[in-house]
C-alpha cells in the first residue's frame, strides 16, 4: 500500500506538469481552434532560462532557496510569455484570414526554429541544474514519507490552475477570453478587441509552460533541446483526453495521465508506460470522444 501512495504522489507530480503545459494547448484551441506546435519548444526554452538565470544570477544565494526560487520562476514565466507573444505576432497573426494549413506549417516551422536555436545556444549534449538547490527531505503525511519537491511541484501546479480557472471565470478579461473562444465576429461586435485577447492567451500560455520547465529542471536536474517534444506531446494528450479547449478538462487530463504512467511503470513495466497511456486515450475516445470534460462548442444559428 505504501508504494502505492508513494506512486500516486509521483503521479500527480508529474501529472502537475502536464497539466500546466495543456492548459497552453487548450487555450490556444480554444480561441483560434489551432494547434500550437511550438508549445512544447516553449517549455524547453523555460527550462534553459531557469538554468542560466539561476547559474548567472545566483538567486538562491542572494535571496535563500524559497525566495530565489519564486524569483526565478516569475523572471522565467515573464521572458517565456515574451517569446509566446512574439511568435503570436509573427507566426500567428498574419495568418489568421489564411486557410488552416498555412497556420499548422507556420507552428511546425516555429518549433523547428525553436529547437534548433536552443541547439545552437547551448549545445546538444545534456545540460545540468546545480544540486541542492531543493532540500532532499521528506515530509510525513499519515505515515508516509513523501519528498518535499514533489509536493512542492504538485502545489504550485494547482495554485497555478486555480488562478487561472478564478481568472478566467470571475474576471472581466476572463470574460473576454471565454467570449472570443464561442465566436470572434460576437465578441467584436460588442466591443472586445478579440486581437489584444489573443495576445493574452499567448502570454499566459507560454507563461506556465515556462513554469513547467523550470519544474522539470529543479525536479531531474537534466535537460535537452529535444525534451520539448515528448513533454508537449504528452501535454497534447492530456489537453485531449480532458477534453481540447476546455481548461478544467486540461487539468483532470494532466493529473490522471501522469498517475496512469506512474502506476503503469511501477506494476507492469517503465517500457510500456507510454503504451499505457495511449491505450486509455484511445478507449476514453472511443467511449467519450469530446474527452472526459468534453467542449463546450456554441452553434451559430
Known amino acids: 500500500m505504501e508504494e502505492f501512495f508513494q506512486q500516486l504522489t509521483n503521479g500527480l507530480a508529474v501529472g502537475g506538469i502536464y497539466a500546466l503545459i495543456a492548459l497552453g494547448y487548450t487555450m490556444v484551441y480554444g480561441v483560434l481552434k489551432l494547434i500550437n506546435f511550438a508549445h512544447g519548444d516553449l517549455f524547453t526554452i523555460g527550462s534553459y532560462l531557469g538554468l542560466t538565470l539561476l547559474t548567472s544570477l545566483a538567486l538562491t544565494d542572494r535571496l535563500g532557496p524559497a525566495a530565489g526560487i519564486a524569483v526565478l520562476a516569475l523572471m522565467v514565466m515573464g ?69 518535499l519537491v514533489r509536493v512542492l511541484i504538485l502545489g504550485s501546479s494547482v495554485v497555478m490552475m486555480v488562478a487561472l480557472y478564478t481568472f ?74 480532458g477534453g481540447i479547449g476546455n481548461i478544467p478538462g486540461a487539468m483532470v487530463g494532466g493529473l490522471l495521465l501522469g498517475v496512469i504512467e506512474a502506476l503503469g511503470a511501477a506494476y507492469l513495466s517503465v517500457a510500456w508506460k507510454d503504451a499505457i497511456a495511449f491505450g486509455v486515450l484511445i478507449f476514453i475516445l472511443i467511449v467519450r470522444p469530446t474527452g472526459l470534460l468534453g467542449e463546450r462548442v456554441a452553434e451559430k444559428v
Open 168 to 241: 478566467i471565470q470571475r474576471t472581466k478579461i476572463g470574460t473576454a477570453i471565454r467570449a472570443a473562444a464561442i465566436d470572434q465576429d460576437a465578441a467584436r461586435l460588442m466591443g472586445i478587441d478579440v486581437n489584444r485577447v489573443i495576445l493574452l492567451v499567448f502570454l499566459i500560455g507560454p507563461a506556465l509552460g515556462g513554469a513547467a520547465g523550470l519544474m522539470v529542471g529543479l525536479h531531474y536536474g537534466q535537460i535537452n533541446f529535444t525534451m520539448g517534444w515528448v513533454y508537449g506531446l504528452k501535454a497534447f494528450t492530456a489537453a485531449i483526453l
Open 79 to 147: 521572458l517565456v510569455a515574451l517569446v509566446g507573444a512574439l511568435l503570436e505576432r509573427m507566426a500567428y497573426r498574419p495568418l489568421r484570414q489564411s486557410p488552416r494549413l498555412s497556420a499548422v506549417v507556420s507552428a511546425l516551422g516555429a518549433s523547428i526554429f525553436f529547437s534548433n536555436t536552443v541547439m545552437l545556444i547551448y549545445g546538444a549534449r545534456f545540460q545540468v541544474y546545480p544540486q541542492g538547490i531543493l532540500p532532499k527531505t521528506a515530509i510525513e503525511l499519515f505515515g508516509l514519507y513523501i519528498p
